[in-house]
């Protein structure tokens, strides 16, 4: 097999397994109301389904991306594929809605386990300098996922039921399947003796990252204190602060201090410091975690101002929404080719600064704003969140070893699960006791200053060495 055609599979299998994951989350949303009728189920019940499903992807995301890194991302990537489709064919044939939560959060699992994987096959085969334009490619088809999901989840519920969403995940879990078998498994590289020094040019600890062992302490005590974390943004925006809420936020610390004093004294971590360390890796995690949360905390009391404040129905309230998803896919599609010519580090301030800008000119609709004022504050959202998106996930990728990169796509992909929940729960204690569409000035605002944020953080994203600075690295290297 040619490295031109292993990469064209790689990139499909990773982009299928990323539309698996994008399609089932927005469809889903859509057909809740009559999967909450058809079991006969309480709302809180049906909270519990998708809750269930975040909690547990987002505890597993790291520790599953360095499963990939110990046994082989095709592997595990296969492995989380007929896992994810074999939950929603169980799904699709629940008879109560006790085994819809239990199935979501095995499904979870299944998640955790290819995510990590979608990313880690691409940063395998594909060379570092050709890595953005697949990742861009990967964005904007993720993004174009999301946008459908709702209509294809709506089209579907509306003629053959709820169980049919769950039901057409299954071919494009088929196609990732087929795909990611085609691949060849690449071998991860063998496991250093501690006691030697790493190669020149990798990160301390790589090495263990290989083919070592398993840090399975780390591995719960960061499952735990994500756990804690999510759950309790996810629930806070229903339950509000109150006596629940204080005590999931606490042992979330406490288990992150033990987790920072375990990985200080083992010997193989699951988190290299040196990788955390890493302003290539740190800095646009931080920029995808401010981002997400700045977007989806927007977006949150926009729906319901769209709804309760401007009188539209969801359809109406979708459509003026729509400018978000085409202007995401289109700022994707075109980082690669921007982050070529003006470098990686301006498309992410700049898209920053469009996240910021979005935000602050949501804050100012009203009652009487238009279709243009709303359509343009859509458009700097989702402009500025797609070329953040592609650009910080290339470098987070890029900037691991190919030893770390099951690591580093957990921890995007941890970035990107816990930023729109803490988004929302930000917006919805800036509303307090007001109704979320009422509120949309504060939460807006409130959401512009963690786009600023965001933005301030991408200054520390280091300019990318020349190609005569690479060339030398490499023959250092070898």
């Known amino acids: 097999m040619t490295p031109q055609l292993r990469r064209r599979l790689a990139l499909t299998a990773s982009i299928t397994g990323a539309v698996l994951v994008a399609l089932d989350g927005t469809a889903?949303?859509?057909?809740?109301?009559?999967?909450?009728?058809?079991?006969?189920?309480?709302?809180a019940e049906v909270q519990w389904a998708g809750t269930g499903y975040l909690v547990t992807v987002a505890a597993l995301l790291v520790f599953a991306g360095r499963l990939g890194d110990r046994y082989g991302h095709r592997r595990v990537?296969?492995?989380?594929?007929?896992?994810?489709?074999?939950?929603?064919?169980?799904?699709?044939?629940?008879?109560g809605i006790g085994?819809?939560?239990?199935?979501?959060?095995?499904?979870?699992?299944?998640?955790?386990?290819?995510?990590?994987?979608?990313?880690?096959?691409?940063?395998?085969?594909?060379?570092?300098?050709?890595?953005a334009g697949a990742i861009a490619v990967r964005t904007a088809v993720i993004g174009l996922a999301a946008a459908a999901g709702p209509l294809v989840g709506g089209a579907l519920t509306a003629h053959f039921g709820w169980r049919s969403v769950f039901l057409f995940g299954l071919l494009p879990a088929a196609a990732a399947l087929l795909a990611a078998l085609a691949v060849p498994s690449a071998v991860p590289p063998p496991a250093a003796p501690p006691s030697a020094a790493p190669p020149a040019g990798t990160h301390p600890g790589t090495a263990a990252g290989g083919r070592g062992g398993l840090d399975l302490p780390g591995a719960a005590l960061l499952a735990l204190a994500?756990?804690?974390?999510?759950?309790?943004l996810v629930t806070l925006p229903d339950s509000g602060w109150s006596v629940t809420t204080a005590p999931g936020l606490a042992a979330a610390a406490v288990l992150a201090v033990a987790l920072a004093r375990h990985e200080r004294r083992t010997a193989r971590p699951l988190l290299p410091p040196a990788l955390l360390r890493s302003p290539a890796v740190a800095a646009p995690l931080g920029v995808l975690l401010a981002a997400s949360a700045a977007l989806q905390g927007v977006l949150f009391p926009a729906t319901y101002f769209l709804q309760d404040v401007q009188g539209l129905d969801p359809l109406q309230s979708?459509?003026?929404?729509?400018?978000?998803?085409?202007?995401?896919?289109?700022?994707?599609a075109g980082s690669s080719r921007l982050a070529k010519r003006h470098g990686?580090?301006?498309?992410?301030?700049?898209?920053?600064?469009l996240v910021t800008s979005g935000a602050l000119l949501t804050a100012r609709l009203g009652p009487g704003s238009g279709t243009v004022a709303i359509t343009l504050c859509f458009l700097l959202l989702g402009a500025g969140f797609g070329a953040v998106m592609a650009a910080a996930t290339a470098m987070v990728v890029r900037g691991a070893s190919t030893a770390e990169a099951g690591v580093a796509g957990g921890l995007q992909q941890t970035?990107?699960?816990v930023g729109p929940a803490l988004g929302i729960a930000l917006a919805t204690t800036t509303?307090?006791?007001?109704?979320?569409?009422a509120a949309l000035m504060p939460a807006a605002l409130t959401m512009a200053a963690v786009a600023a944020a965001g933005t301030l953080l991408a200054t520390r994203v280091p300019v990318p060495a020349r190609p005569a600075d690479r060339k030398g690295a490499s023959a250092t290297h070898r």
């Open 99 to 131: 085994w819809v939560i239990a199935l979501r959060a095995l499904q979870g699992v299944a998640g955790a386990l290819l995510q990590p994987a979608t990313l880690g096959m691409l940063r395998a085969v594909w060379p570092a300098e050709r890595l």
């Open 77 to 95: 990537f296969t492995i989380g594929v007929a896992g994810f489709a074999a939950t929603s064919a169980g799904i699709a044939l629940a008879p």
């Open 226 to 232: 994500l756990a804690c974390l999510v759950q309790t």
């Open 415 to 417: 970035a990107l699960n």
């Open 431 to 437: 509303a307090g006791s007001a109704d979320p569409g």
């Open 28 to 43: 889903l949303t859509v057909a809740r109301p009559v999967l909450q009728r058809d079991l006969h189920a309480s709302v």
């Open 318 to 332: 979708a459509l003026r929404a729509a400018p978000l998803a085409v202007a995401m896919i289109l700022a994707a």
């Open 344 to 353: 990686e580090r301006t498309v992410v301030l700049t898209g920053m600064a």
